[in-house]
């Protein structure tokens, strides 16, 4: 057959008489090459050779002194790839030839950077090639108290230079203490420093007091946190209740009353706060008094209008704080560009266009009469009163499932809002791996039919590389749903513990994250810490971290990801 080779009929072949061609030029490559610059002739050393792979950016080239007036020498060819390589020795030479090609000639390394060698450690690489991405900003001060943050962790990782072995391996002793201690809600007051941690029971045991949380329901083999976008995790777990009406009446009814207990007990200021967490939103109730309000507070994120629309069809007064504050600095934008700019009519025009544009026309007739004076009503087919309805909701489905949609509800609402919630028929998932399965509640105090249970908490002991040698890094993990007062509770053992030098950093449950919006507080001037502490002495949680919940939020939408103490002050980044 013309143009036909038979010898790709063996590929080993071919690539034998391949190697042979290279191995023969290599002697040849090598004696034409000019010798380095000022080495001798017989100086058998070469460089590095580069690698084919990298691009001309980031191509790690050995330091040396720059000789512009010299003539930078060319890289040798690679060496041979192994058999059953052929596309990868193509890819090399190509590779080698493009990058000698566009090379600049005596072309000085700029002096901002040194670029580090083949040699370089591993996370001393990652860290300079990620050095330009920008970070949030951290107060300009420190500060003796981080602000309060009422979105949920799903995991804490604090790292320090002091070992956490007092976290270890705790007796029976230390561990009952801490539950009873929890359970009577002692305050544990510890000084500045302690000289020796591991020594310390009143710290240990106070350690094993913060760890503890109240949920319900309580099933052993399914992870009831985070309920939203669980249903990867819970899929292939047994549900009996799945496909059995009666037992699903049965766990219902038992959260209805595990859910009334909790109500009650913040209503008469013995629970601070809980969380209701479905497969679609979360409930945050909060005690009068909690958030810089003087009435009970609950917060609804994320919601949607079919949600919306059936509150205020239960009669539910709510609010949407970040809309409202949304539309307040549109308001005031436009009332600044009409002052600022009223000479010139055409930007006045367009500024008052801004400003009604969230609030749709109500009256839809008088847009269509133009079509009647020009005697074409009967030609042009005008929209039905569903579609002119979906035009106004327009701007309330588009913020769905975002956290603009928050909800907010104050006062006696509440109480409305929890009888709604226990007949509302979309709080249980119909179908699918959580079908049938209560939403679950998160107390830090104890409630009817609500089991203890503690967070996970290990220490681990790493090295790190720190210039030339290596340090010893100490991390303490807590896995699980870590409520706003058992993060106060543990920063305050650690500034004791670590001899006020930690740093950690936060995972939060991103759909709570928006609980720290300050316009969800209704700030009341006349509470301050001496009617707070008044009017809940019991609710079971430290004084300290009474104040700090006490305050209203600062973080907005966010939440505290990085945490550091330095010398007894925070810092924070969000």
Same mark, same amino acid.
């Given at each position: 057959?013309?143009?036909?080779?038979?010898?790709?009929?063996?590929?080993?072949?071919?690539?034998?008489?391949?190697?042979?061609?290279?191995?023969?030029?290599?002697?040849?490559? =090598?004696? =034409?090459?000019?010798?380095?610059?000022?080495?001798?002739?017989?100086?058998?050393?070469?460089?590095?050779?580069?690698?084919?792979?990298?691009?001309l950016d980031n191509a790690p080239r050995v330091a040396s002194t720059p000789?512009?007036?010299?003539?930078?020498?060319?890289?040798?060819?690679?060496?041979?790839?192994?058999?059953?390589?052929?596309?990868?020795?193509?890819?090399?030479?190509?590779?080698?030839?493009?990058?000698?090609?566009?090379?600049?000639?005596?072309?000085?390394?700029?002096?901002?950077?040194?670029?580090?060698?083949?040699?370089?450690?591993?996370?001393?690489?990652?860290?300079?090639?990620?050095?330009?991405?920008?970070?949030?900003?951290?107060?300009?001060?420190?500060?003796?108290?981080?602000?309060?943050?009422?979105?949920?962790?799903?995991?804490?990782?604090?790292?320090?230079?002091?070992?956490?072995?007092?976290?270890?391996?705790?007796?029976?002793?230390?561990?009952? %203490?801490?539950? =009873?201690?929890?359970?009577?809600?002692?305050?544990?007051?510890?000084?500045?420093?302690?000289?020796?941690?591991?020594?310390?029971?009143?710290?240990?045991?106070?350690?094993?007091?913060?760890?503890?949380?109240?949920?319900?329901?309580?099933?052993?083999?399914?992870?009831?946190?985070?309920?939203?976008?669980?249903?990867?995790?819970?899929?292939?777990?047994?549900?009996?209740?799945? %496909?059995?009406?009666?037992?699903?009446?049965?766990?219902?009814?038992?959260?209805?009353?595990?859910?009334?207990?909790?109500?009650?007990? /913040?209503?008469?200021?013995?629970?601070?706060?809980?969380?209701?967490?479905?497969?679609?939103?979360?409930?945050?109730?909060?005690?009068?008094?909690?958030?810089?309000?003087?009435?009970?507070?609950?917060?609804?994120?994320?919601?949607?209008?079919?949600?919306?629309? *059936?509150?205020?069809?239960?009669?539910?007064?709510?609010?949407?704080?970040?809309?409202?504050?949304?539309?307040?600095?549109?308001?005031?934008?436009?009332?600044?560009?009409?002052?600022?700019?009223? *000479?010139?009519?055409?930007?006045?025009?367009?500024?008052?266009?801004?400003?009604?544009?969230?609030?749709?026309?109500?009256?839809?007739?008088?847009?269509?009469?133009?079509?009647?004076?020009?005697? &074409?009503?009967?030609?042009?087919?005008?929209?039905?009163?569903?579609?002119?309805?979906?035009?106004?909701?327009?701007?309330?489905?588009?913020?769905?499932?975002?956290?603009?949609?928050?909800?907010?509800?104050?006062?006696?609402?509440?109480?409305?809002?929890?009888?709604?919630?226990?007949?509302?028929?979309?709080?249980? *998932? &119909?179908?699918?791996?959580? =079908?049938?399965?209560?939403?679950?509640?998160?107390?830090?105090?104890?409630?009817?039919?609500?089991?203890?249970?503690?967070?996970?908490?290990?220490?681990?002991?790493?090295?790190?590389?720190?210039? /030339?040698?290596?340090?010893?890094?100490?991390?303490?993990?807590?896995?699980?749903? &870590?409520?706003?007062?058992?993060?106060?509770?543990?920063?305050?053992?650690?500034?004791?513990?670590?001899?006020?030098?930690?740093?950690?950093?936060?995972?939060?449950?991103?759909?709570?994250?928006?609980?720290?919006?300050g316009r969800c507080s209704n700030a009341s001037p006349a509470l301050n810490?001496?009617?707070?502490?008044?009017?809940?002495?019991?609710?079971?949680?430290?004084?300290?971290?009474?104040?700090? /919940?006490?305050?209203?939020?600062?973080?907005?939408?966010?939440?505290?990801?990085?945490?550091?103490?330095?010398?007894?002050?925070?810092?924070?980044?969000?």
């Open positions: 057959v013309p143009g036909y080779s038979p010898g790709f009929k063996k590929p080993p072949a071919m690539l034998r008489l391949k190697r042979k061609r290279l191995r023969r030029s290599e002697p040849l490559a =090598a004696a =034409a090459a000019p010798p380095p610059c000022g080495a001798a002739a017989g100086t058998p050393s070469a460089p590095a050779r580069r690698n084919p792979f990298s691009s000789q512009p007036l010299q003539r930078a020498r060319p890289p040798p060819p690679p060496p041979p790839p192994p058999a059953g390589c052929l596309v990868l020795t193509l890819c090399c030479a190509l590779r080698s030839f493009f990058i000698q090609l566009l090379e600049p000639v005596g072309e000085d390394k700029p002096a901002g950077r040194e670029e580090p060698s083949e040699r370089s450690d591993i996370l001393t690489l990652t860290n300079d090639l990620h050095l330009p991405v920008a970070v949030s900003e951290v107060p300009s001060s420190p500060r003796h108290e981080f602000p309060a943050d009422w979105s949920i962790k799903t995991r804490l990782l604090f790292m320090s230079s002091q070992p956490f072995t007092w976290t270890e391996h705790l007796k029976a002793q230390e561990e009952a %203490q801490g539950f =009873a201690q929890h359970c009577r809600a002692t305050e544990t007051n510890l000084p500045q420093s302690v000289q020796e941690p591991k020594l310390s029971t009143e710290l240990r045991c106070a350690f094993q007091q913060s760890l503890v949380y109240w949920l319900h329901p309580s099933l052993p083999w399914l992870q009831l946190f985070p309920r939203i976008g669980a249903d990867r995790k819970i899929a292939g777990k047994a549900s009996p209740w799945s %496909q059995d009406e009666a037992v699903q009446q049965v766990l219902m009814s038992d959260w209805s009353v595990s859910f009334t207990s909790l109500y009650n007990l /913040l209503k008469a200021k013995l629970c601070p706060y809980f969380y209701v967490c479905t497969y679609q939103f979360t409930v945050l109730f909060r005690a009068a008094g909690l958030a810089g309000s003087d009435v009970i507070t609950a917060v609804i994120s994320p919601t949607t209008r079919g949600l919306r629309e *059936a509150m205020r069809n239960e009669g539910i007064e709510f609010s949407l704080p970040l809309v409202e504050e949304s539309r307040t600095r549109k308001q005031k934008n436009s009332e600044v560009n009409l002052e600022t700019e009223a *000479a010139n009519s055409l930007e006045v025009g367009n500024s008052m266009e801004d400003r009604e544009e969230p609030a749709p026309s109500d009256d839809d007739d008088e847009s269509f009469s133009w079509l009647e004076e020009m005697g &074409v009503q009967d030609k042009v087919k005008k929209p039905d009163a569903i579609s002119i309805k979906l035009r106004k909701e327009k701007h309330e489905v588009q913020m769905d499932h975002k956290p603009e949609s928050l909800a907010l509800v104050k006062g006696t609402n509440t109480f409305t809002l929890l009888n709604f919630l226990i007949n509302c028929k979309s709080l249980v *998932a &119909v179908a699918g791996p959580q =079908a049938g399965l209560p939403p679950t509640l998160l107390s830090p105090v104890a409630f009817r039919g609500g089991t203890m249970q503690t967070l996970k908490a290990r220490s681990i002991n790493a090295k790190a590389r720190v210039r /030339l040698a290596y340090e010893d890094i100490f991390s303490l993990e807590i896995v699980g749903p &870590v409520m706003p007062h058992s993060l106060h509770s543990l920063t305050m053992l650690l500034r004791s513990a670590q001899r006020g030098a930690f740093s950690a950093a936060l995972y939060t449950h991103e759909p709570t994250a928006v609980f720290n919006t810490k001496e009617t707070v502490h008044k009017d809940l002495p019991a609710c079971g949680l430290h004084p300290k971290t009474l104040d700090q /919940l006490s305050q209203c939020p600062t973080l907005g939408k966010s939440s505290i990801r990085f945490l550091e103490m330095k010398d007894y002050a925070y810092t924070w980044k969000s």
